[in-house]
């Protein structure tokens, strides 16, 4: 048994090297490894049940998350929470939702960037976004949990390097039919979703909406600064609804 999982292993680390977006499925793969670790998957039992595991998991992500009222206190492990925080997840929903956009829209952005300008994005972007959420709550306790400040710069970036490219939604209001739209279409009217809930979010715990639109503008701005024209059109297999699962607040 322990030779076959080995076996398996290997075959999956050289499938990702052979790929050509191998951080973007690397980033997965962490990101669902952290997850099934962690007091929120619900699996490990040595975090209890109940009110044992309730408590673990707060404390966990307390830990890892960024809580802004304590960010900007000098502490260095504060400083570090927006990093550690993406790699965090508050549900399975929360997991799924924003492992599907990444692997939707990644793969593609990453080829675009390259694999080591890619991740500098990825994280740089979304360590900027849950700053600028912390800023503009500067007062709330809350630990904030999520990948999704990092892959909305990915959207973002998306955006610019293929608006032309035809992305397939499954729209809630038609029945979760597949719908083919051009990027130009999709992306900005996410963009305008998340606007338009940031300014009904209320101070209780819920979805980081600011965050989402700060990382969406971090990338299209550095894509549009970074490189030329647009690349011509193209086809993105699948794409989820107009939404991915946002920063969790616990």
């Known amino acids: 048994m322990i030779r076959k999982w080995s076996a398996s292993i290997v075959r999956a680390g050289r499938s990702v090297r052979g790929s050509s977006a191998p951080v973007t499925y690397s980033l997965i793969a962490l990101c669902c490894a952290v997850f099934l670790a962690g007091p929120a998957s619900g699996l490990s039992p040595a975090y209890g049940t109940g009110d044992d595991l309730l408590a673990a998991q707060r404390a966990y992500f307390r830990h890892w998350g960024v809580i802004p009222a304590e960010l900007f206190e000098g502490s260095a ?7 550690t925080a993406l790699f965090v997840h508050g549900s399975w929903v929360h997991l799924l939702g924003n492992m599907l956009f990444l692997y939707v829209f990644g793969a ?7 694999r080591v300008q890619f991740i500098l994005f990825y994280v740089g972007c979304g360590y900027l976004a ?8 500067a007062d709330a306790e809350q630990s904030l949990v999520g990948a999704s400040g990092a892959i909305s710069a990915v959207l973002g970036a998306f955006l610019y390097l293929f608006p032309r490219a035809r992305v397939t939604s499954l729209l809630p209001f038609l029945f979760f039919l597949p719908v083919r739209f051009p990027a130009w279409i ?3 009217f996410w963009a305008v979703l998340q606007w338009l809930a940031a300014g009904r979010a209320s101070d ?6 600011l965050a989402h ?23 993105v297999k699948a794409a989820p609804a107009p939404a991915p699962e946002g920063e969790n607040q616990p």
């Open 77 to 83: 492990g504060a400083a570090l929470t927006p990093a």
């Open 204 to 209: 209780g715990p819920g979805v980081a909406y």
């Open 213 to 235: 639109l700060v990382g969406f503008g971090l990338g299209f701005g550095y894509a549009s600064v970074r490189y030329g024209r647009p690349t011509s059109p193209t086809r």
């Open 130 to 137: 849950l700053l600028g959420y912390a800023v503009a709550n």
């Open 108 to 114: 593609m952005t990453e080829e675009r960037m390259g």
């Open 186 to 188: 999709v992306l900005p």
